[in-house]
């Protein structure tokens, strides 16, 4: 995807940057014109920038280590701390569902907007899909708050095997660089309906519906993984 410039105070999201200041850079309004390439040249681009599969800007398994994961957390995420602790475990766990729930959130409102440019052009079974996808975020987002692990000794057992640690530090990883490549494809996809660029929204929407279902899946999984720790017994 072709970089944004002219963002507010001159900042460039980065690695660097922690999650929650991502969801406020970019000033719409004052961006430069740039070229509004192809759905699949974009996709393709952001793909051999960051060797990404399906869509999702992760590393794979292979070249993704725990420690690797921990470091890029906390470079966005401040207050993170580690789970391999009982104290760091639930403070670790609450600041990572809400800075996930505030980007979550901030990506929504985007999908508001493009949802009411939708109705004022009259895209009546775009804006339906656009519906739905605010309904799933919108549950994503009630379940990441609500925290629900059923009956879990995650949050007491000091005895937890460092190789799941491991497997939630990946997977919060994975929901962290996916939240970012759908936000991406949002901004994107506003700009082009600014443009009454129109031919592609169906794609787009297909598009943001993987990464969704991406975050929903994700989302599960560390649910579950977290849950687990029921049969573990002291």
């Not at 800075?99 to 004022?120: F, P, Q, R, S, V």
């Not at 975020?137 to 000091?158: A, Q």
């Not at 506003?190 to 009454?196: A, E, F, R, S, T």
């Amino acid at each position: 995807m072709a970089p944004l410039k002219d963002q507010k105070n001159s900042k460039t999201p980065s690695a660097e940057m922690p999650l929650d200041e991502l969801g406020d850079l970019v000033d719409l309004e004052n961006l430069e014109e740039f070229d509004l390439t192809s759905l699949e040249q974009i996709e393709d681009t952001s793909s051999q920038q960051t060797g990404v599969d399906d869509n999702a800007l992760i590393e794979t398994y292979e070249e993704l280590t725990a420690k690797k994961a921990l470091k890029f957390i906390r470079d966005h995420i401040k207050d993170y701390l580690d789970y391999q602790t009982v104290p760091n475990r639930r403070a670790t766990d609450q600041t990572f569902r809400q800075n996930i729930t505030h980007y979550l959130n901030k990506t929504n409102d985007l999908l508001k907007e493009i949802h009411a440019m939708l109705i004022e052009r009259q895209l009546m079974s775009s804006w339906a899909i656009a519906e739905t996808l605010i309904g799933e975020i919108d549950l994503t987002v009630s379940d990441i708050v609500r925290g629900d692990y059923g009956f879990t000794t995650f949050f007491e057992n000091p005895k937890l095997l460092e190789m799941d640690i491991s497997q939630l530090y990946i997977l919060d990883y994975e929901l962290i660089e996916t939240l970012k490549a759908m936000r991406e494809r949002v901004l994107t996809f506003k700009q082009i309906i600014q443009k009454d660029r129109l031919e592609d929204v169906d794609v787009w929407f297909e598009t943001i519906d993987r990464l969704v279902g991406r975050v929903i899946r994700l989302g599960e999984d560390r649910a579950k993984l977290i849950g687990s720790y029921e049969r573990i017994s002291y």
